[in-house]
Nanobody, 123 residues
């Protein structure tokens, strides 16, 4: 199985983008899928996660109220709708899978990663 992220781009502050992460195969119901981001010179940072069988979502405090996860199960796709974007949201956004199904903000707990998509927010 592979993860393919897309949808990044350049947007002005206050704008919106929707990222997509499509899995090449089925996503098991107990898996947790997540978005992380890594800004220039920064460590990889948790953004949001979604438990596939319970539709339970978690968000980092920095994105609560601005970002929202949704899914299209038929397309094995996870979306991240980002609104009110700010320059500090500039980063490569990566989707990841946690096949143990644990709630985790730690990148090392995720066993499959997509290649990332660049989001740049201009001021």
């Amino acid at each position: 199985v592979q993860l393919q992220a897309s949808g990044g781009g350049l947007v002005q502050a206050g704008g919106s983008l929707r990222l997509s992460c499509t899995a090449s195969g089925p996503i098991a119901s107990n898996y947790v899928m997540a978005w992380f981001r890594q800004g220039p010179g920064k460590e990889r940072e948790f953004v949001a996660s979604f438990r596939w069988n319970g539709e339970i979502t978690y968000y980092a405090d920095s994105v609560k109220g601005r970002f929202a996860i949704s899914t299209d199960n038929a397309k094995n796709t996870l979306y991240l709708q980002m609104s009110s974007l700010q320059p500090e949201d500039t980063a490569v956004y990566l989707c990841a899978r946690n096949s143990l199904g644990t709630r985790s903000y730690v990148p090392a707990d995720y066993d499959l990663w997509g290649q990332g998509t660049q989001v740049t927010v201009s001021s």
